[in-house]
């Protein structure tokens, strides 16, 4: 049994409260990607888990057991740090038999877990280099490996990838996510990317000042996102904002009208509404209008990125669609893809059904 929970946690530097009060519970075998922008907690709440830092209140379990004051070697995980941390004047076949030789295996046992996890990772050949001679994401494969080796029950992931260039990511990306699925061990991993977050996990965590938002499926957490923060989080361009007030069956802001959804709670008045990017069309006429300020374009399709009355607001089109910067155009949002939440963005009052075709992040 690999599984983690954590309740209550909580921790404090100085007068700082960066943690606050988080109750998690992580499935054994479970993928789980805690996501948030920088300061937000998330590396903090994996070094307790690790037993780097220490609780200040709260309570940390592991397989089953309580380990607020076991020390990170007796906890059974294994961490992959933002930097690679190999030792420079040792082959890779050492640095990956370093834990094992520290903890007193046999040396057949160390010997033959790794020439698996080298074999596992494509490192067969470079067993004995030294991380000079090795690439960036050869370097992290090392590292990956000698968490590997240890078999531990957890395995946790600081931003294992965000040295790598893009490319590189990308490739890093699916053989983290091979991994997952052959060894199925409990992963915890922390990024800052959304991309990685809705590639990668089985459940995605969002955080935001020391604060659980939302912990949920990707697909959940991007098609019903708990408030404004979320939404803003997830999905790539972000969500576009409009605030809005309730008149009779519509919603007028800053240079729109909208139908109010019939299933908005009635006695919503000020709202802000949601949509997606993807969910607005450059067309001949529209609800929304403004002034092209920057195109992005991806080959197949593109976003413009307009001022309008209302705001900034961002908009796909198509490959076929000309759209250049200074262009005045009209923009229409598909239909049903309006997200309505209270007007400080709190709390979510409704979401668009969701559609057979799901257009998460391009």
Known sequence: MSEVILSGIKKSFGSNLIVKGVDLQVGEGEFLVMVGPSGCGKTTLLRLIAGLEQVDSGEVRIG???VNDVPPRDRDVAMVFQSYALYPHMSVRENLAFGLT???FPREEIDARVAEVAAMLELSHLLDRKPKALSGGQRQRVAMGRAIVRQPQVF???????????????QMRGELARLHRKLGAT???VTHDQVE??????RVAVFNAGVLQQVGPPLELYNRPANRFVAGFLGSPSMNFLEARRE????????FTLPAPADL?????RVLLGLRPQDLRVAAQGPLTGTVDAVERLGFDGYAFLATEAGPVAARFDKGTHVAVGDKVS???VSDALHVFTGDGAVALRHPAERESLEVAS
């Open 102 to 104: 520290l903890r007193r």
């Open 265 to 269: 709670p009635s006695e919503s008045a």
């Open 156 to 170: 946790l992931f600081d931003e294992p990838l965000s040295n790598l260039d893009t490319a590189l990511r990308v």
């Open 187 to 189: 992963m915890i991993y």
């Open 331 to 333: 923009l229409a949002p």
């Open 197 to 202: 977050a809705m590639t990668l996990a089985t």
């Open 64 to 66: 089953g057991r309580r």
């Open 248 to 255: 009779g069956g519509q919603l007028v802001g800053k240079g």
